[in-house]
C-alpha cells in the first residue's frame, strides 16, 4: 500500500512561485510512476505533470509546460512540483498520484493523496 500527502499549497499573487511535495510511504518514489494533477471548481480534474519510474522522463500538460517542474527526491521519498509564473487560472486542488504500472498524462493511477489548494489571485 502506498501513502501520499500533499503540502505546500496557498495563497500566492500572479506571477508568483510554490513548491508542492508529495510524501511517499509504502514505496519509494524511484519505484513509482507519478504525477501531478489539479482540479478546479467545476471542472474536470487533469493531469500537469508526470514523471516516469525508470529514467525519470517528464510530461507536462501544455498548460503548464515551461511554468512547472515535477522532479524526486529519492533520499527524501518526496516527490515535487515547482510552479513559477502563476497565473489565476491554475488556482486548483492539487492531487499526488502513483502507480506501479501506467505512466503517463492519461494514465489511471492507484494511490492518491488528499489533495492541497492553490490559490492563485490577480
Known amino acids: 500500500q502506498v501513502q501520499l500527502v500533499e503540502s505546500g499549497g496557498g495563497l500566492v499573487q500572479a506571477g508568483g512561485s510554490l513548491r508542492l511535495s508529495c510524501a511517499a510511504s509504502?514505496?519509494?518514489?524511484?519505484?513509482?510512476?507519478m504525477g501531478w494533477f489539479r482540479q478546479a471548481a467545476g471542472k474536470e480534474r487533469e493531469c500537469v505533470a508526470a514523471?516516469?519510474?525508470?529514467?525519470?522522463?517528464?510530461l507536462y500538460a501544455d498548460s503548464v509546460k515551461g511554468r512547472f517542474t515535477i522532479s524526486r527526491n529519492n533520499a527524501k521519498n518526496t516527490l515535487y512540483l515547482q510552479m513559477n509564473s502563476l497565473k489565476p487560472e491554475d488556482t486548483a486542488v492539487y492531487y499526488c498520484?502513483?502507480?506501479?504500472?501506467?505512466?503517463?498524462?492519461?494514465?489511471?493511477?492507484?494511490?492518491w493523496g488528499q489533495g492541497t489548494q492553490v490559490i492563485v489571485s490577480s
Open positions: 514523471i516516469r519510474k525508470i529514467g525519470g522522463m517528464a
Open positions: 509504502g514505496r519509494t518514489v524511484s519505484g513509482l510512476h
Open positions: 498520484a502513483a502507480d506501479l504500472s501506467n505512466y503517463g498524462l492519461q494514465g489511471s493511477y492507484d494511490y
